[in-house]
């Protein structure tokens, strides 16, 4: 096979219609004091400038009125010179004096002996991207807010059910045992019947006083909490044989930990009303950003709805949990081979400053 002929070198004239037709990117030039000498379709674009009306003028005009009092387009070309390039994200301001959030390259430009002849500009405009990620912050923190108030209110409800419903039906189980002494023995049968009634609603009660506010998660974080939760429920009070393998980069945010204990959860509950399973087993790794979890029974399948579907309640909760957090959710099952309940929830970093604000 005869070999491929190299391609024949870019032209001068090539390139500069190349750089001069990119709209993406405003490309132009400065001398070595700022002074545009090129500009091209994309600088135009992005700016509002045609070259007729910038060439020649100062590239501080693009600066925001603070930071040419400051001196910042200066810093940035000493900067340049200094290390060779400058890379920037900030505001900018177009021909018709409105701002927009703008990364920029400035590159020192040296001849063969080593005399600096100008420099390079390259110019993006990121209003777009910044826009998307002030939107996805403040859906973030809505999230942070809406899980927070949620918990708060599961507590609530937690603490009133132990400590007035729960504690008024013991005491009604407490006169219930003592009439059961005290009447013949054809209505003390009935009143321990009674009693045992009793006895198990506070059963549930105390179980669903749990689920609304399970101890650990708190003081001790998801890997603690769940594996606490896995322990106590799965394997003591349902007696299900379980596994849980999990690796964190790191401990996702409360809201975070929150989100993935609930679904988790539901998951579990699921397998254990409807899955007829042998036992369970639970997978969370860090992934892409965030956290990916499996839940896997080897039960019956999914469970279905008198109407053949998949969505009753606790479904829909688990799959509106995991977009709500800005992720996804899915679940796969076949008859007779089990189910796997899998998502995906984002766990950012911690912020540790603050995003310029709009003027």
């Known amino acids: 096979m005869a070999a491929r002929k190299p391609a024949a070198p870019l032209s001068e004239t090539a390139f500069t219609l190349l750089v001069q037709g990119v709209l993406d990117y405003g490309i132009f030039m400065l001398d070595p004091y700022g002074y545009i000498v090129s500009w091209n379709a994309g600088a135009e674009r992005i700016k509002g400038y045609r070259a007729g009306d910038i060439l020649g003028q100062h590239f501080s005009v693009f600066y925001p009125p603070e930071d040419q009092a400051s001196g910042k387009p200066q810093w940035e070309l000493e900067t340049a ?10 505001w900018r301001v177009r021909k018709d004096g409105s701002r927009f959030w703008a990364n920029v390259v400035i590159t020192a430009l040296w001849d063969e002996k080593g005399v600096l002849q100008g420099f390079g500009k390259v110019t993006r405009d990121m209003s777009e991207r910044r826009a998307a990620q002030h939107a996805l912050t403040e859906r973030r923190r809505l999230f942070d807010h809406l899980v927070r108030a949620q918990e708060t209110e599961r507590r609530r409800i937690a603490w009133d059910v132990h400590d007035d419903s729960i504690q008024a039906m013991v005491a009604v189980g407490m006169r219930l045992e003592l009439l059961a002494d005290q009447v013949p023995e054809t209505q003390s049968a009935e009143l321990r019947r009674l009693d045992a009634s009793v006895r198990e609603a506070i059963t549930r009660l105390r179980s669903l006083t749990f689920r609304l506010h399970p101890p650990g998660l708190d003081r001790h974080g998801l890997v603690e909490g769940l594996a606490s939760h896995l322990d106590d429920v799965v394997g003591t009070a349902w007696g299900m044989p379980y596994s849980f393998y999990h690796r964190l980069d790191r401990e996702p945010a409360p809201e975070t930990a929150v989100t993935i204990f609930r679904i988790v959860q539901e998951a579990l509950l699921n397998v254990h009303k409807h899955a007829r399973a042998g036992r369970v087993d639970v997978v969370m790794r860090s992934c892409d950003g965030g956290i990916t979890t499996r839940v896997v029974d080897d039960g019956t399948g999914a469970p279905r709805t008198r109407d ?5 309640f606790g479904v829909i ?6 977009e709500t957090a800005g992720g996804w959710w899915s679940l796969r099952a076949r008859p007779g081979t089990g189910t796997t309940v899998e998502f995906w929830v984002p766990s950012p970093q911690p912020e540790t400053d603050t995003a310029d604000a709009v003027p």
């Open 81 to 90: 010179v200094a290390e060779g390039r400058l890379e920037d994200e900030g």
């Open 308 to 312: 053949g579907s998949r969505d009753h």
């Open 317 to 322: 909760e688990m799959r509106e949990r995991a």
